[in-house]
């Protein structure tokens, strides 16, 4: 019997040219990179937006973060300062409210002008500040559901869309992140959470809304939601009622939580050129948890 024919034996037919206007196996070696780009990061004063924020340096990328809080997280922060130090890459943290847009649209001009100092033009934004609230429906008050939506939907528009400005103005085809959460799909058992949960609905919305307005830019947009994550924003809910866990394990597939560091890559998947054809999407990350009911 002869030898089964290697790929190098078979004559592949010279009719069927690579396509020119799309080659397979171009050299992509920024695929994952932020090299020679400066992003900015809501809500990095701490849990998951101080975590991206030292993804963001990871990948080669200068970090801007801004956050509500006077001061970052002590040692979340000198961690990132460990990686400038080592890098030579930038790190500054802004004082701001995102709901105060002559504010946000001030930093984010600052921010891009740093860039600019860097050779490290402003490149986009991971949209991650958030609140929580759990209030039984027929409880909720209004002023707090209103204020809900104001930080979390109002606040996530103004970061995208100042963002998007500078882009514009500047000529650049970025990319915006915004932290959505799988509650903005499905309720969560044993959760009375629906401000929050309405709120991220609201930006799975928008986020299709503003790619569909963006992308004649090459501006791309898309939604990151996380599953259940300890962080403050959590270990406020379980400490209010503990057995509330019990209930999330039971739909943890990989068996455990989430933790911040497991949403590093895929934030700097959807940011970096590598998901160069990736707009008004959303891409769950939540250990399985919406896989089964
Ligand atoms: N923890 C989870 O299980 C989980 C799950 C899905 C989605 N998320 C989302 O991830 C994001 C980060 O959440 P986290 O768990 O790190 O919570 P967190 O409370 O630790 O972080 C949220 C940050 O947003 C900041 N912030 C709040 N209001 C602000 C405002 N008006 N202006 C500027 N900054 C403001 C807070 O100061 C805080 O540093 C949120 O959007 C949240 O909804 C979290």
Not at 10 to 23: F, H, K, N, R, V
Request: aromatic letters at 6%; a negative charge.
């Amino acid at each position: 019997m002869p030898p089964a024919a290697v790929v190098s034996d078979i004559a592949l037919p010279s009719t069927i040219p690579e396509s020119e206007q799309t080659p397979a196996n171009a050299a992509h070696s920024t695929l994952f990179s932020l090299s020679n780009k400066t992003i900015a990061i809501t809500g990095g004063g701490r849990g998951l937006g101080i975590t991206l924020a030292a993804a963001v340096l990871e990948a080669g990328g200068h970090a801007a973060c801004l956050d509500i809080l006077e001061t970052p997280s002590a040692v979340e922060w000198a961690a990132l300062q460990k990686t400038v130090n080592l890098t030579g890459l930038h790190v500054s943290y802004h004082q701001c409210d995102i709901t105060n847009e002559e504010q946000l649209s001030h930093i984010l001009d600052e921010i891009a002008a740093g860039g600019m100092r860097l050779q490290a033009p402003f490149y986009g934004a991971i949209a991650c500040a958030g609140i929580q609230q759990k209030i039984p429906a027929v409880d909720y008050p209004a002023a707090d559901f209103e204020r809900i939506l104001r930080v979390n939907v109002l606040g996530t528009f103004l970061t995208a869309k100042h963002s998007a400005r500078i882009l514009i103005e500047s000529g650049i085809k970025g990319s915006v992140v915004m932290v959505a959460s799988m509650s903005g799909q499905v309720a969560n058992r044993g959760l009375t959470c629906t401000a929050y949960n309405t709120s991220k609905s609201a930006i799975h919305q928008m986020c299709r809304s503003v790619a569909q307005e963006w992308g004649r830019y090459g501006i791309r947009v898309n939604t990151l939601s996380p599953g259940y994550i300890r962080t403050a924003m959590t270990d406020e809910l379980l400490a209010a009622e503990p057995e509330v866990e019990k209930t999330w394990m039971a739909g943890a597939l990989l068996g455990r939580l989430g933790a911040p560091e497991d949403f590093k890559a895929p934030a700097i998947f959807l940011l970096a050129p590598g998901s160069s054809f990736m707009t008004g999407a959303d891409l769950r990350v939540d250990g399985g948890h919406c896989a089964s009911a």
